[in-house]
């Protein structure tokens, strides 16, 4: 008769099955086994549950690329000129401008139907993006490139003689733009125009132009003297994060952004010695 191994000493061994496996992957199976641990708790108080730490760290130390405003002009002015035999410049422009000037996710960009534009109230409908819909406002120069794409799109539907899929953002062929064909279409941009190498993962990625919505929104609240753990809630939910601590990892993005917080407390802390 075989000796009870206890259950600590089995998920032990289960997480460390493999010593190639990623510790973001080890982490997330983790978690999955402690929430049924603590649901068994419920019903039965003694038994037992892993301890948070020992799942190893979670935390990602990739840096983004943060594109420069100027970057970003230049990309966009690139993009209108992308001329490919899947995929109009202009709709490439129009993908541009809607991950940086809302952020959103280059899948939910993409997935974007007709009925979610809404250009009397000036935003978009994101529909069941990480769980949950959100409204996401713009402003009047991204309206005026939405309507812009809109005589394109009728174009493309026209010459083609296809029924219209109802997606916002089309192929040459009036068929619905995949999430893979956009995303390739920028990495070959990034590429064309020295941002990236030639091969290899390395340089930025399509996900990077959330990144720098982020960055620059929180660069221009620091310029404006604005609070901005006050206003962090804010951009957090206008992003689509499950919580403020997936927007707070912007603060530490760029050396400007640094550099504008030690500055901010510089004053503070001078204004506090000043009046004690």
């Not at 603590?38 to 190893?56: G, H």
């Not at 309206?143 to 794409?149: F, I, P, T, V």
């Not at 960055?215 to 310029?223: E, F, I, P, S």
Request: proline letters at 6%.
């Amino acid at each position: 008769m075989h000796a009870k191994v206890p259950f600590d000493a089995v998920l032990h061994e289960w997480l460390s099955r493999s010593p190639h496996r990623q510790p973001v992957t080890v982490g997330l199976e983790f978690g999955v086994i402690r929430q049924l641990c603590l649901y068994r708790r419920r019903r039965d108080p003694d038994s037992f549950v892993p301890e948070p730490d020992w799942a190893p760290i979670k935390e990602s130390t990739f840096l983004p690329y943060i594109f420069t405003y100027e970057e970003v002009v230049h990309l966009i002015a690139a993009a209108s000129a992308h001329e490919a035999r899947h995929l109009a410049g202009g709709m490439l422009r129009m993908l541009l401008l809607i991950l940086y000037c809302t952020g959103l996710r280059l899948g939910e960009a993409v997935r974007l139907q007709l009925s979610d534009v809404d250009l009397e109230q000036l935003c978009f409908i994101v529909r069941e993006s990480k769980g949950k819909t959100r409204i996401v406002p713009f402003l009047d120069d991204l309206a005026r490139e939405l309507s812009d794409c809109l005589l394109l799109r009728r174009r493309i539907l026209e010459a083609t003689a296809t029924v219209d899929p109802g997606a916002l953002l089309l192929r040459n062929s009036g068929q619905v733009l995949p999430v893979k064909v956009a995303s390739e279409a920028i990495r070959r941009l990034l590429r064309r125009e020295g941002l990236k190498p030639a091969k290899g993962r390395k340089g930025p990625r399509p996900y990077e132009f959330r990144h720098a919505y982020a960055v620059h929104r929180l660069t221009a609240w620091y310029h404006e003297g604005v609070d901005i753990h006050a206003r962090l809630p804010w951009l957090s939910a206008y992003m689509g994060h499950v919580d403020v601590l997936g927007t707070q990892v912007y603060l530490r993005a760029t050396p400007e952004l640094m550099r504008l917080a030690s500055q901010r407390f510089a004053r503070h802390w001078h204004h506090l010695d000043s009046t004690s």
